[in-house]
Structure formats: structure tokens, C-alpha cells
């Protein structure tokens, strides 16, 4: 008998225990603070992105994106404001962008600030500390559409007796796109938060709530799709925090993205010749075990073609039959300019979830075009550059080409050589010039270039720091080729690499053109000194920090630029090759930093005309010859050595760097041969000056260092 009771005992045991609800995975919630009119916040986007493209993050991490009313207007805040307002507040967020996982501000890697969600080291080290947890609280969500109607039953069951919790349920849309969002230049926008609600009623307080062990909590939530969304991209999140901690205990989403289609082309980049006609054939295959329609969209946006070029698809709609293939024909007709057409188009499907449209590309370069802008680092932006691209003098002739494709720098230089133009432009952006072990060498490719008689301008705010700051990680950026750009070829002297925020937003500075210098021409433009609304700009990129360099006893370049009204902090540099005369400006500052558009264009002419109206082509005025000064730093004086090929009057100035002249003295009668004269220092400022000897139209220039 007393065996057949612990029988019933233990059968009695057991099926308690089988009606106990298991703890779930702990998931991430990562809350996005951003704004379209926020520069950084698109600069940190891709960084951002490519986080969450990562399989092992999608696991764990689910994202949602509110949009505050700051810095600047913003198309999706508009129509909702409260919701990342109150939000914000219960964050304490000040600036944007910015993010909290699971309620939590992720600490700061170095050169970052707490929250950013660029930074994403910091991210996955937060996002790490809840990997393989288990929390009590499990949510599952059923979504119900009846047209613009989306009808969320949620259920909120614990293992264990909580109290003092809050759940809050989101309606969130995948995928927003719109031209003019704001003014930073983004169009594509994920997991927007487009509202969030309590018994039918707009609100971020969230729903209070005691839950006992076992019990199943549920809550139902209608909503009505504004117009301003896509209800084919809308699905719902839920997250149950802690009100006395703000930490999220558990999250969850019942989105479910469509599969993407499997899509192969001919070689992606092609010369093409004027006038003519080339066709790319473009292969689509579903993947699913289910029939899809595929759509194929010209993206206007994000492609552009080049004046006289034009595009069509065969079709633009497939009917797939799972694991179905068929083919269409993309044709481009080139016009009689030069230019590079990057012809964008959009894949979505319908059928098998939330479709994220996904962009393919082809490149179109027309054969012979002179000038190119090397596009695709963090930062560019392709409307600054609108002193070359709506000039006259080179927009005919300018190819705007993509310099990195996944994780491959110059991806084009195979098809498209960079020696074929005469005149090329790269912007890094905070990118070094180099990186050991691997094919990113701009230090090398400006060497390559000014050997075949070709011209460059490069900027890079933050290169010299990557070559010469002893500090740790920045030793990624100097290999040889960096070492030897800087200090060999340009005869540069790293000073320090100035912050240009206040590590939340971008902070103003001046830069300084040199007085009488043909790029410089004494101008005064503020840095990171944007208007809220400039609609001349898809995107404003700021300089978060700048390099800040001066000019070694030997260097042959000559200053152009300089900071803050500091004569010896310069900022950019001209330099001539002395082989074969092709030119070379560097600047630390980005043309894209610059905030006025008039100063922007008219800055990227000058640097232009430099380059371009002295080519070994081109008839040229002046020449240099061979110069020495000794001593070099000088304090009393120093001796000037020179040649001279006839006895015509030799004239030698000295000017400072903002282009005075300080001394000036004449040899009316020199030797045929070797001349010296010794120029009186003494009362000259320590500092960096330009020696220049002209006879006819012979003309050196030589730097000098004073230093009393």
C-alpha cells in the first residue's frame, strides 16, 4: 500500500513539474536614438548596420529606432514626437546618436562616448554579458492585419513572482525610405518606431504590472497604420523593464523577413564606349520551396547616371516558382560625355514575409574621362564636391567612382586604371592612408600616380595620427608607404591630432587660406559649421578630429591652409613633383567638413585649377630649380645657394605663411654658375617661412625654419 501511494506521489510531482514554464533565452533590446538632420547619426549608420547584419547578432539583438526632434527637422519625428520624446527623457539622452541595450548606456571604446551605436566594440562586449542568459519571462506576440489595421495580442508569462515591471508594446516598421527625410543625406531608414500604445491610446508609459510564477499575462492592442507608413512593413515589439532599474528583463519581436533572392550578373564594372550601347544580363533565382513575385526597380537614389546616359530593364517584374530561375536584360546607352553611371536597382518580394529591399549595382565608366572622385569612405559626400562636378571647366569630364566595395579597397583600379586619369581626388574622411597587411594604399597609389605625371588631392582628417601617434591601435596605419608620403615625399612634421567635438556633436573651427597662395588665397572658412537645412546637400559629414602638422627643414611643399588663425598649425600643403612637375594637395580637413556650400565649391575649384591648369600638358610659366639654405633652422641668418644660367637680375623673398612678404633683397648682376648670399634672420619671428628665388621666369621655392 505504501508503494502504491509514493507511485501516486510521484506521478503527482511530475505533472506539477511538467506544468512549470521554462525560462527563455534572454534577448537585447537596442534602443536607437537618431534624427535625419544629424550628421554623425549617418556617419555611424553603416557601422551600425553591418552589426546587425552579423547572423550571431540577429539572434540576440533586437533593434528599434526612435527619431527625436533634434538637431534638425525629420519627416518621421513629425508625425509622431511624443513617443522619442518621453522616451529620451526616461534615458536621459542629450545628444544624438545615441543607444541604450537593455536599458543599459554601453560603455566607451577609445575616441568613442558612451552609447554611440558606431561603436560597436562596445556594443558587442554589452550585448556579450547577456549572451547565454536565461530570463524568467517569456513573450510571445500574434499579429492580426485587417488593411490598415494591425491588431497585437501579447502574452507575458514568468517562472517566477515579479513585481514592479512594465510592458510596453511597439509597433515598428522594418523599412522607410524617403528622398528628403532631412538634411544629413539618409533615405533608408530600419526598425523605426512608429508608435507605441496603452488600451488603444498613443503613450510610452508602458503597462504596469505584477505577475505571479506561472501565470500568463495578456494584453491585446489595436493600432491604425498612419499614411506615412508601409503596412507591409509593420510588425510588433514587445519588452517587459523594470521600473526601478530601467533594465529591460525581456524582449521580443515577431518579425519575420522574407528570404532574399539569389542574384548573379556579369562583371559588375565595364568601359563603355560614346555613343554606343552595352547590355548586362542579371540572373534571379527564389530560394524558398514557395512561388514569389519579384520586383527590379531602378534606384534613382542611390544610383546616378552621368549627363547623356540612360537605363532600362527588360522587365521589371519576375513570377518565381520556388527555386526558379530566370534572366533579364539591363541595358545602358552612353552618351558623348565622360563620367561613371552607378546604376542602382531594388530586389523585393512579395509572398513570404517582410521584403527589405536589397540593392544591386552596376558601373558604367565612358572611355576617356579625365577626372575622378574616389567615393565610398566614411563620411563622403558626393554633393561637396559640386566645385568640380558643376564646373563648367571639368563636369563634362568627372567620374565619381566607388573606391570601396565590401571589404576590397579600389575595387575598380583592375578595370578602370587610376593612371588613365589625369586628376584624381580621394577623400578618407578619418580613414589612414594606409593599413598594414592590407590592399588599402592610398600613400602608395599617390606615389604610383605622380610617377606617371598625374595630379591628386587628398584629404584625410585623421591620417597622420594613424602613421605617427604612439598610442596603441594607431600603429594600423603606418607602413612604410604612409611614412614615406609624409615625411620623405610631402616633409611633414606631425603636431597633434586635434578633437573636433565635444564628444556628443561636431564643434566649429576656422580654417585659414595663406594670403597670395592660389588655393588659400587668405580666405577664412568655418569647419563643421553647417546651416539646419541646406537642401543642396544629400549628406553633411562633419570632421570629428583633425591632424594639425607642420613643415620639416627639408620639405618642398608649400603651406596652404592652417587652423585657428595659428600661422604654424597647417592644415594643407601644395607639393610639386620636381621630375616631371605633376601636383600634389594634401589637406587635413575634409571639403565635405566645409559649411559654407559657396566656400566648398569655390575651395575645390582653386585646388582644381592648381592641379590641373600647370600639367605637364600645359604650357608652364615657371619651373623650380635647386635651391640649398644653410643653416636650416636658421637664428641669425642663413646661406642661400643657387644656380644661375645667364646674369639676369636674381630676386629672393621670404614669406611668411600667410603670404607676406617679410624680406625682400635683389642681385642685379649674379654669376654665371654657383651664386650665395646670405639672408639676415634675426629679426624675422620663429616660425615657418617660403625662400623664393626667381630670375625671369625661373622660380624656386624653398622652405625655411626660424627658430631664435
Keep these: 500500500m505504501k508503494k502504491i501511494f509514493l507511485l501516486l506521489a510521484i506521478i503527482v510531482a511530475g505533472s506539477s513539474f511538467l506544468n512549470l514554464k521554462a525560462d527563455s533565452p534572454r534577448k537585447v533590446l537596442y534602443e536607437k536614438f537618431t534624427n535625419a538632420s544629424c550628421p554623425p547619426c549617418a556617419a555611424q549608420d553603416p557601422a551600425y548596420k553591418g552589426f546587425l547584419a552579423n547572423p550571431a547578432n540577429k539572434s540576440i539583438v533586437i533593434p528599434i529606432s526612435y527619431h527625436v526632434n533634434f538637431p534638425g527637422s525629420d519627416i518621421i519625428n513629425s508625425i509622431n514626437n511624443d513617443i522619442p520624446s518621453t522616451r529620451r527623457a526616461y534615458h536621459s539622452v542629450t545628444g544624438v546618436p545615441a543607444g541604450r541595450a537593455n536599458g543599459i548606456t554601453h560603455a566607451a571604446s577609445p575616441q568613442w562616448y558612451a552609447g554611440a551605436p558606431g561603436d560597436t566594440n562596445s556594443i558587442v562586449n554589452t550585448v556579450n554579458t547577456f549572451r547565454g542568459q536565461m530570463s524568467p519571462i517569456t513573450i510571445t506576440i500574434d499579429q492580426q492585419?485587417?488593411?490598415?489595421?494591425?491588431?497585437?495580442?501579447?502574452?507575458?508569462?514568468?517562472?517566477?513572482?515579479?513585481?514592479?515591471?512594465?510592458?510596453?508594446?511597439?509597433?515598428?516598421?522594418?523599412?522607410?525610405?524617403?528622398?528628403?527625410?532631412?538634411?544629413?543625406?539618409?533615405?533608408?531608414?530600419?526598425?523605426?518606431?512608429?508608435?507605441?500604445?496603452?488600451?488603444?491610446?498613443?503613450?510610452?508609459?508602458?503597462?504596469p504590472f505584477t505577475i505571479n510564477i506561472n501565470e500568463t499575462i495578456t494584453h491585446t492592442e489595436t493600432w491604425q497604420v498612419p499614411t506615412q507608413a508601409n503596412p507591409k512593413q509593420i510588425y510588433v515589439v514587445a519588452f517587459v523593464e523594470d521600473i526601478s532599474t530601467k533594465e529591460v528583463m525581456q524582449s521580443e519581436s515577431n518579425l519575420v523577413e522574407a528570404p532574399k533572392m539569389l542574384v548573379s550578373s556579369d562583371s559588375k564594372y565595364s568601359i563603355v564606349d560614346r555613343n554606343s550601347t552595352l547590355t548586362k544580363k542579371v540572373s534571379v533565382t527564389n530560394p524558398a520551396s514557395i512561388p514569389l513575385t519579384v520586383s527590379l526597380k531602378v534606384d534613382d537614389v542611390n544610383g546616378v547616371m552621368h549627363p547623356g546616359s540612360s537605363v532600362e530593364f527588360s522587365t521589371e517584374t519576375l513570377n518565381l516558382a520556388a527555386n526558379e530561375t530566370k534572366e533579364i536584360n539591363v541595358n545602358f546607352t552612353n552618351g558623348d560625355k565622360g563620367g561613371y553611371s552607378s546604376v542602382a536597382y531594388n530586389i523585393s518580394t512579395e509572398g513570404a514575409g517582410i521584403s527589405v529591399p536589397e540593392t544591386k549595382e552596376f558601373g558604367f565608366l565612358s572611355k576617356g574621362t579625365k577626372y575622378v572622385v574616389y567615393t565610398g569612405f566614411s563620411g563622403f559626400v558626393k554633393d561637396a564636391y559640386t566645385g568640380v562636378s558643376s564646373n563648367p571647366d571639368y563636369m563634362n569630364e568627372i567620374a565619381f567612382l566607388p573606391m570601396i566595395d565590401g571589404n576590397e579597397y579600389?575595387?575598380?583600379?583592375?578595370?578602370?586604371?587610376?593612371?588613365?586619369?589625369?586628376?584624381?581626388?580621394?577623400?578618407?574622411?578619418?580613414?589612414?592612408?594606409?593599413?598594414?597587411?592590407?590592399?588599402?594604399?592610398?600613400?602608395?597609389?599617390?606615389?604610383?600616380?605622380?610617377?606617371?605625371?598625374?595630379?591628386?588631392?587628398?584629404?584625410?582628417?585623421?591620417?597622420?595620427?594613424?602613421?605617427?601617434?604612439?598610442?596603441?591601435?594607431?600603429?594600423?596605419?603606418?607602413?612604410?608607404?604612409?611614412?614615406?608620403?609624409?615625411?620623405?615625399?610631402?616633409?611633414?612634421?606631425?603636431?597633434?591630432?586635434?578633437?573636433?567635438?565635444?564628444?556628443?556633436?561636431?564643434?566649429?573651427?576656422?580654417?585659414?587660406?595663406?594670403?597670395?597662395?592660389?588655393?588659400?588665397?587668405?580666405?577664412?572658412?568655418?569647419?563643421?559649421?553647417?546651416?539646419?537645412?541646406?537642401?543642396?546637400?544629400?549628406?553633411?559629414?562633419?570632421?570629428?578630429?583633425?591632424?594639425?602638422?607642420?613643415?620639416?627643414?627639408?620639405?618642398?611643399?608649400?603651406?596652404?591652409f592652417y587652423y585657428n588663425n595659428v600661422s604654424n598649425d597647417l592644415a594643407g600643403v601644395r607639393y610639386r613633383n620636381p621630375s616631371n612637375n605633376s601636383r600634389l594637395v594634401y589637406t587635413s580637413f575634409s571639403?565635405?567638413?566645409?559649411?559654407?556650400?559657396?566656400?566648398?565649391?569655390?575651395?575645390?575649384?582653386?585646388?582644381?585649377?592648381?592641379?590641373?591648369?600647370?600639367?605637364?600638358?600645359?604650357?608652364?610659366?615657371?619651373?623650380?630649380?635647386?635651391?640649398?639654405?644653410?643653416?636650416?633652422?636658421?637664428?641669425?641668418?642663413?646661406?642661400?645657394?643657387?644656380?644661375?644660367?645667364?646674369?639676369?637680375?636674381?630676386?629672393?623673398?621670404?614669406?611668411?605663411?600667410?603670404?607676406?612678404?617679410?624680406l625682400m633683397n635683389e642681385i642685379s648682376a649674379p654669376t654665371v654658375g654657383s651664386n650665395s648670399y646670405s639672408l639676415m634672420t634675426s629679426k624675422l619671428t620663429n616660425g615657418s617661412y617660403t625662400v623664393v628665388v626667381k630670375q625671369g621666369e625661373n622660380v624656386s621655392r624653398t622652405p625655411l625654419v626660424i627658430m631664435n
Design 145 to 207: 492585419n485587417n488593411g490598415n489595421q494591425v491588431v497585437a495580442t501579447v502574452n507575458v508569462t514568468s517562472s517566477q513572482t515579479m513585481t514592479n515591471k512594465r510592458l510596453h508594446i511597439a509597433f515598428i516598421e522594418r523599412y522607410f525610405f524617403h528622398p528628403n527625410a532631412g538634411t544629413n543625406g539618409q533615405t533608408e531608414f530600419e526598425y523605426v518606431v512608429r508608435d507605441m500604445t496603452v488600451n488603444g491610446t498613443r503613450s510610452a508609459a508602458g503597462r
Design 410 to 560: 579600389f575595387p575598380t583600379e583592375k578595370v578602370f586604371l587610376p593612371e588613365s586619369f589625369d586628376v584624381s581626388i580621394i577623400a578618407l574622411g578619418g580613414y589612414p592612408l594606409a593599413i598594414n597587411n592590407n590592399p588599402h594604399n592610398v600613400a602608395a597609389l599617390a606615389q604610383t600616380l605622380l610617377d606617371a605625371g598625374k595630379h591628386v588631392y587628398i584629404s584625410s582628417t585623421d591620417g597622420m595620427y594613424f602613421t605617427f601617434n604612439p598610442n596603441g591601435s594607431a600603429q594600423v596605419g603606418n607602413p612604410p608607404s604612409a611614412l614615406n608620403f609624409y615625411q620623405t615625399m610631402l616633409g611633414l612634421q606631425y603636431k597633434d591630432n586635434v578633437a573636433r567635438n565635444d564628444g556628443q556633436r561636431y564643434t566649429t573651427f576656422t580654417i585659414n587660406g595663406v594670403m597670395n597662395d592660389p588655393i588659400g588665397k587668405g580666405l577664412t572658412i568655418a569647419g563643421n559649421s553647417f546651416p539646419q537645412n541646406d537642401p543642396t546637400l544629400r549628406t553633411i559629414q562633419g570632421a570629428a578630429f583633425t591632424d594639425v602638422f607642420s613643415l620639416s627643414p627639408s620639405s618642398r611643399s608649400i603651406p596652404c
Design 591 to 662: 571639403i565635405e567638413c566645409l559649411g559654407s556650400k559657396t566656400l566648398r565649391d569655390a575651395t575645390m575649384k582653386d585646388i582644381m585649377d592648381w592641379l590641373v591648369n600647370d600639367s605637364p600638358t600645359s604650357v608652364a610659366t615657371t619651373v623650380e630649380t635647386g635651391v640649398s639654405l644653410m643653416p636650416n633652422p636658421a637664428s641669425i641668418f642663413s646661406t642661400i645657394n643657387f644656380q644661375s644660367t645667364s646674369n639676369q637680375t636674381v630676386t629672393i623673398s621670404v614669406i611668411d605663411v600667410q603670404g607676406k612678404v617679410v
